[in-house]
């Protein structure tokens, strides 16, 4: 399913009660962490209607990018105003023309509530409404722009607009300007959408494992040598009780390395693919050696994931028997295939 999210304003529109926040900057930013969170789902295409913070389309292009791009669901994300600086809580809009989505409108509200109220203690859900005013010829169609927008176009079957609190309000400005806060809300919106739709969350990248089938005449301690780890270790990480007790076809579980850092030696296990997982294997001469990690992470600090493993360059490769360094690989493997390797009397040599 395609989804739009619209953050309101521009990036310096609605200043709030406390000092440098702004409504349209901080919506902003909880759109793409919503965004983050919803393509942790299989099958989700996420659409933001201000791509650079500076963005600051009509109300009409926003509502009807949504059905351009055949969205299912449109949601424009707000933080509220009042001139009484008490006025606070969660309001949610649906729209007049699509009877039935009030029930998706009021978990999306009540799971705000739910996470603000945590941190604020004052927050509530002020209401799941319709607003509406009379369009040409006398027609009921609904008051907010970017919902009559949107409704326009048949694909988009729910429309809202959610008010996570009032920026007028101490509290719940203070909330929202807070660290961590949009993520949280994030997660809690997303879990909603997620589970309303039964949408399936994609498989970790990073599972932390590798899994070996055991075959006829394998035993743990055979296992734990090929892949440079011990029997107890795997025992231990698979809750088996008797490690001579293993049968054909059991998924033994290979824990990944802890921690793999720029310069760290690294020898590869059985399995490995160069260049990302899912490329061509190793072959086999590269395996005799074991290779100095020169990348971690990606130009910005993150780590580098390739083919949807995390992956770590390859620098030079050092002979095992010598302990020299040769020359640079310059190779990505994924971390659940390689293992870190010490040598004894490094500095001597
Ligand atoms: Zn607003």
Avoid at 12 to 17: A, Q, R
Avoid at 229 to 249: F, M, Q, S, V
Wanted: proline share 4%; net charge neutral; with cysteine.
């Amino acid at each position: 399913m395609t989804i739009t999210l619209d953050p309101g304003h521009g990036q310096f529109k609605n200043p709030g009660v406390l000092a440098g926040y702004y409504e349209g900057t901080r919506v902003f930013m909880l759109a793409y962490e919503l965004k983050k969170e919803l393509e942790k789902y299989e099958d989700v295409t996420v659409r933001v209607t201000r791509e650079k913070l500076e963005d600051d389309p009509s109300l009409t292009t926003r509502g009807k990018s949504a059905g351009k791009n055949g969205s299912t669901l449109f949601i424009s994300l707000h933080t509220n105003a009042a001139s009484n600086p008490t006025a606070h809580g969660v309001s949610v809009f649906c729209s007049v023309k699509r009877p039935g989505s009030e029930e998706l409108g009021c978990l999306l509200g009540e799971a705000v509530v739910k996470t603000m109220k945590k941190h604020t203690d004052i927050t509530y859900l002020r209401g799941v409404m319709t607003r509406t005013q009379s369009g040409d010829g006398g027609v009921i169609e609904d008051y907010y722009g970017v919902i009559r927008n949107s409704v326009k176009y048949d694909c988009v079957k729910y429309s809202y607009i959610i008010e996570h609190g009032f920026h007028t309000n101490e509290t719940e400005c203070a909330y929202m300007y807070g660290d961590g806060s949009l993520s949280e809300i994030a997660r809690a919106e997303a879990d909603v959408i997620g589970g309303y739709f039964g949408l399936k969350k994609k498989k970790d990248p990073d599972p932390g494992y590798v899994e070996y089938t055991v075959k006829p005449g394998d035993t743990l301690i055979g296992i734990a040598r090929k892949y440079g780890t011990t029997y107890k270790i795997l025992a231990e990480y698979n809750g088996i009780k008797d490690p001579d007790l293993i049968h054909t076809g059991q998924i033994i579980k290979i824990p990944c390395p802890a921690e793999i850092n720029v310069g760290d030696v690294v020898r590869l296990r059985e399995g490995v693919y160069t260049y990302f997982p899912g490329g061509k294997k190793f072959s086999s001469w590269v395996k005799d050696y074991d290779y100095v990690v020169s990348k971690t992470a990606d130009n910005s600090g993150g780590p580098v994931y390739r083919g949807g493993a995390r992956c770590v360059l390859l620098g030079a490769k050092v002979d095992r028997k010598s302990g020299e360094h040769g020359s640079p690989i310059n190779s990505w493997a994924s971390l659940e295939y390689i293992e870190k390797v010490y040598y004894e009397n490094k500095q001597e040599r």
